[in-house]
């Protein structure tokens, strides 16, 4: 039987995906404890639009459209992930080293991305705009970092 090592593509890909899981779990309870009662900003509905946009999915209720935005956004949250520990792994990278490194590759293509496909105008963002913006995806960075050094079995 197959057992990964600890720096084994497999095992990494398992430990990306958990920490993505992890970080978008503590990003989605930031956005809704902390950061939308503090701006009071309404729930984004990007995550569902870039589905639909890209895919052949057209959900017709509100209902079936906020799971899909929760997939979606799940979604981020695992693409995170994964490519943190592939980033990580490749450039032997850990702490904020990688979270740094991993932010910076992410986030502007995360942001062109959405600007390309139509679904996005980030040079008409206001300055909270791209602090909430920022923000998110950091904490969510920084989760992501934390959950996989851990997981890797990284102290520091």
Same mark, same amino acid.
């Given at each position: 039987?197959?057992?990964?090592?600890?720096?084994?593509?497999?095992?990494?890909?398992?430990?990306?995906? =958990? +920490?993505?899981?992890?970080?978008?779990?503590?990003?989605?309870?930031?956005?809704?404890?902390?950061?939308?009662?503090?701006?009071?900003?309404?729930?984004?509905?990007?995550? /569902?639009?870039? =589905?639909?946009? &890209?895919?052949?999915?057209?959900?017709? $209720?509100?209902?079936? $459209?906020?799971?899909?935005?929760? +997939?979606?956004?799940?979604?981020?949250?695992?693409?995170?992930?994964?490519?943190? /520990?592939?980033?990580? $792994?490749?450039?032997?990278?850990?702490?904020? $080293?990688?979270?740094?490194?991993?932010?910076?590759?992410?986030?502007?293509?995360?942001?062109?991305?959405?600007? /390309?496909?139509?679904?996005?105008?980030?040079?008409?963002?206001?300055?909270?705009?791209?602090?909430?913006?920022?923000?998110?995806?950091? =904490?969510?960075?920084?989760? &992501?970092? =934390?959950?996989?050094?851990?997981?890797?079995?990284?102290?520091?």
């Amino acid at each position: 039987m197959f057992t990964p090592t600890p720096d084994s593509v497999p095992r990494t890909m398992a430990n990306g995906t =958990l +920490a993505g899981v992890v970080g978008v779990i503590a990003m989605t309870a930031f956005q809704r404890l902390v950061e939308m009662p503090l701006t009071g900003r309404e729930e984004s509905y990007a995550p /569902a639009t870039l =589905l639909e946009k &890209v895919l052949p999915i057209a959900p017709k $209720r509100g209902r079936a $459209r906020r799971r899909l935005n929760y +997939a979606a956004h799940f979604g981020v949250g695992l693409t995170w992930g994964v490519s943190h /520990a592939l980033i990580a $792994r490749k450039g032997s990278l850990r702490g904020q $080293r990688a979270v740094v490194t991993v932010f910076g590759v992410i986030y502007p293509g995360d942001v062109v991305g959405n600007a /390309a496909l139509g679904l996005d105008e980030p040079w008409k963002w206001s300055l909270q705009d791209w602090t909430v913006d920022i923000g998110d995806k950091l =904490l969510l960075a920084e989760v &992501v970092g =934390l959950t996989f050094d851990r997981l890797r079995g990284d102290a520091n």
